[in-house]
């Protein structure tokens, strides 16, 4: 990457990256690391909850950095992050309802953003700008009018779309229901809009990727998966053959389709799951739950530890973890964690989505929630099963998952980009079938 070395990113995201306690600020972190490798980067966000109150902020004074590896000043040119406005004030609805952009998107376009947005563009001169999500499209005017014209990349952590109109099929009550169908529907427009503003896209799975291309045929699109640290969670599952009693349940609860899916679980399927095995016990590790989260601490056998400093501890002894989605998108950053860490996973096909697995060689998947328990049964009463997933599993994500090996496909796009926009001789147009991560 020698040609790339004075290369400069902007990384444009909805919120800042640390602490590492949500699946977009983990890829936000691993992808700054490794284009760091390469580049020059500036990192430019919202602040998250409570990190910075008043105006713009540099690291050092936006908020703690507990782990060493949270420390983005140390890989980054500069980070800046902004107070964001209040989200789904009564204006942004009615404007989100009448207007060309939908709430998802006014939630997170500012005047304040834009400013700050044109005075770093100004300053920086940057190559490129890697924008984290449709969310932040409401800027593409801004970006677009850049006078160096960076090369512009969406960074697709899900079909926005497609989880909302998921949702709406499984919402509590027929209003929802038809509120997440009609923002669903405004929004799958306004992708299609997006789709070709910019010059790259990228997506966490041949999945997304296909669909993307299937709205726009002939996109420049390439899959660069979700990942983990593999050697950070080397042995945190304890041994493959020991006896467990834990099942967990990990993700932030204060995303919901992950506090969906658990509250229906603990409710409906954990009673006859704890009938049959009376010792186990089912730990629901998550920041922020809700009220209705909090609620199932009042379930026997269940506990509810709400934001943790490190999750592993709670592998140890954990029998299983359990995806029980039912809606949702992207792909889960959890579940290759519990892969990494020799704990065996037993998902629904949706919560699976997105990743490599296959049933009974990677993890249990099954067809639906109330399949789980069964698996469940299956995994203690044969504990030859459990060697085997942990030990495939395992290797999985450290040949495709582990994130040195995603960053390497993030260079080739980059370097593959970078040369075709210099206009490199021989420079092929990138393909992302030959620069994707070898199939399973």
């Known amino acids: 990457m020698s040609s790339m070395r004075q290369m400069r990113i902007l990384y444009f995201a909805p919120r800042s990256c640390w602490p590492l306690d949500t699946?977009?600020?983990?890829?936000?972190?691993?992808?700054?690391?490794?284009?760091?490798?390469?580049?020059?980067?500036?990192?430019?966000?919202?602040?998250?909850?409570?990190?910075?109150?008043?105006?713009?902020?540099?690291?050092?004074?936006?908020?703690?950095?507990p782990h060493p590896m949270n420390d983005i000043a140390q890989i980054t040119d500069q980070v800046l992050t902004l107070t964001q406005e209040k989200p789904n004030s009564l204006g942004k609805i009615l404007r989100g309802a009448v207007g060309p952009l939908p709430l998802v998107v006014l939630n997170y376009t500012t005047s304040a953003m834009r400013q700050?947005?044109?005075?770093?563009?100004?300053?920086?001169?940057?190559?490129?700008?890697?924008?984290?999500?449709?969310?932040?499209?409401?800027?593409?005017?801004?970006?677009?009018?850049?006078?160096?014209?960076?090369?512009?990349?969406?960074?697709?952590?899900?079909?926005?779309?497609?989880?909302?109109?998921?949702?709406?099929?499984?919402?509590?009550?027929?209003l929802r229901g038809l509120a997440a169908f009609a923002l669903a529907s405004q929004l799958a427009g306004f992708e299609r809009k997006v789709l070709e503003q910019f010059d790259a896209h990228l997506t966490v799975?041949?999945?997304d990727r296909e669909k993307l291309l299937a709205l726009r045929p002939g996109l420049r699109a390439f899959a660069v998966d979700n990942g983990v640290h593999v050697d950070e969670f080397a042995g945190a599952g304890g041994s493959a053959s020991a006896p467990r009693r834990r099942i967990v349940f990990v993700g932030s609860m204060d995303y919901r389709p992950n506090a969906q899916a658990i509250v229906a679980f603990a409710r409906d399927l954990w009673p006859a799951i704890r009938a049959a095995r009376p010792e186990w016990r089912l730990t629901v590790v998550g920041r922020n739950p809700g009220p209705e989260v909090r609620a199932l601490r009042a379930l026997p056998g269940v506990e509810v530890t709400g934001t943790v400093p490190d999750?592993?501890?709670?592998?140890?002894?954990?029998?299983?973890?359990?995806?029980?989605?039912?809606?949702?998108?992207?792909?889960?950053?959890?579940?290759?964690?519990?892969l990494a860490a020799g704990v065996p996973v037993v998902s629904t096909e949706l919560g699976a989505e997105g990743l490599a697995l296959r049933d009974r060689e990677h993890a249990l998947i099954t067809r639906n929630p109330e399949a789980i328990g069964g698996a469940l049964l299956e995994l203690d009463a044969d504990p030859a099963l459990r060697v085997r997933l942990c030990a495939a599993g395992r290797a999985l994500v450290q040949s495709r998952y582990d994130w040195s090996v995603v960053g390497d496909t993030l260079a080739r796009i980059y370097q593959q980009l970078h040369q075709q926009r210099r206009g490199a001789p021989g420079a092929p147009a990138p393909e992302a079938a030959s620069l994707a991560a070898p199939a399973y």
């Open 311 to 338: 999750v592993r501890p709670y592998y140890a002894d954990a029998l299983a973890s359990v995806v029980p989605l039912r809606i949702g998108g992207g792909s889960r950053l959890k579940i290759l964690e519990a």
């Open 205 to 207: 799975s041949e999945r």
């Open 116 to 174: 700050e947005l044109a005075r770093v563009l100004d300053e920086g001169q940057f190559d490129a700008v890697q924008v984290e999500s449709v969310h932040l499209a409401g800027y593409l005017p801004l970006l677009r009018a850049a006078r160096n014209r960076p090369l512009l990349l969406c960074d697709w952590h899900n079909i926005e779309s497609e989880v909302l109109s998921r949702y709406s099929k499984n919402a509590p009550d027929r």
């Open 23 to 65: 699946g977009a600020k983990l890829r936000n972190w691993h992808f700054v690391r490794q284009l760091s490798r390469f580049a020059r980067v500036t990192y430019l966000s919202f602040a998250d909850d409570g990190a910075v109150r008043n105006g713009r902020a540099r690291m050092g004074a936006a908020g703690p950095a």
